[in-house]
């Protein structure tokens, strides 16, 4: 009797912290800002497995504690064996495996594969749009914009401070991103964009920031002894602030006159002859 009350003593310490764990989720305040014009639908696919987890988590362990009560050991009650195999268990268990897998697997897929097509795999077209070719090296970001002609590697594109990201705000901004050696991965909690640079491989994504500000690059796939360094900066400017410092840097194209360039000169630095003409395999026109 005393094992039956101390399991059901941490059964209800568990759900108290499973209920804590997904109120932190649902009501956002574990969540990082949110600086993206999309990346609410990100978190409405995690508050959606939270709620759905947190509900079947409380079934289960409000059948288990029914159980454990109805079934107990006491006098003049005799435990009886059972293998489980009765058509109905079977029946039972089909049922409740289906109820998870279409109330969780199917909806989240549902879910993501609408944003993909509606949202992430959409990339946006026009002038407006402001392209940007990513090569993550060992232990750095190099950044390119393609500069007056528009046009990648050419003469005229502008290669930005080491690791020192600028966008505009309220404008799409589609990257496309492949590694100089070894895989690394965009991360920028803000955005909600976590995206892997494969080596061999050009890899794009887009996103608009709706607020200005300074944020973190992180590296997130762990590259080598200098990973934990691997991080740069993310400048959303005014549309006006980031056609002048574009401008400023087609004058001093790569003398990293910004104050939060990387002049750690260990990373070297990836030749100026990189980028790669603009893939437009991707469904983008
Ligand atoms: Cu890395």
């Not at 009501?27 to 709620?51: A, N, Q, R």
């Not at 060992?138 to 930005?160: L, V």
């Not at 608009?208 to 944020?215: E, F, L, P, R, V």
């Amino acid at each position: 009797m005393l094992d039956c009350f101390k399991f059901l003593g941490f059964a209800v310490l568990l759900f108290l912290g499973a209920i804590s764990t997904a109120h932190a989720g649902i009501w956002g305040s574990s969540f990082p800002e949110d600086i993206s014009l999309h990346g609410h639908l990100i978190d409405d696919v995690i508050v959606y497995i939270d709620k759905v987890l947190v509900i079947f988590f409380g079934l289960v362990l409000a059948a288990i504690i029914y159980f454990i009560i109805r079934y107990r050991s006491r006098p003049g009650h005799q435990a009886v064996y059972e293998t489980g195999n009765k058509k109905v268990y079977v029946i039972a268990t089909i049922l409740l495996g289906m109820t998870v897998f279409f109330s969780i697997d199917a909806v989240i897929e549902h879910m993501s594969f609408r944003d993909l097509k509606e949202v992430f795999w959409n990339f946006p077209q026009g002038k407006d749009v402001v392209k940007i070719e990513l090569m993550p090296q060992q232990f750095a970001w190099n950044i390119r914009y393609a500069g007056p002609d528009g046009e990648f590697a050419t003469s005229d594109d502008i290669i930005a401070p080491l690791s020192q990201m600028h966008v505009p705000i309220d404008t799409p901004v589609i990257v496309q991103m492949s590694p100089l050696d070894v895989v690394h991965a965009f991360y920028v909690p803000q955005l909600r964009i976590k995206q892997d640079a494969v080596p061999g491989k050009v890899t794009t994504f887009w996103f608009q920031a709706i607020k200005t500000g300074k944020y973190e690059i992180a590296c997130s796939a762990l590259c080598g002894n200098g990973h934990y360094k691997m991080r740069g900066n993310l400048t959303v400017m005014s549309k006006a602030d980031f056609d002048a410092w574009l401008n400023e840097q087609t004058a001093q194209a790569t003398s990293a006159d910004d104050p939060w360039a990387d002049t750690d000169s260990s990373t070297g630095g990836a030749s100026k002859d990189w980028g790669w003409k603009w893939q437009s395999r991707v469904k983008e026109n």
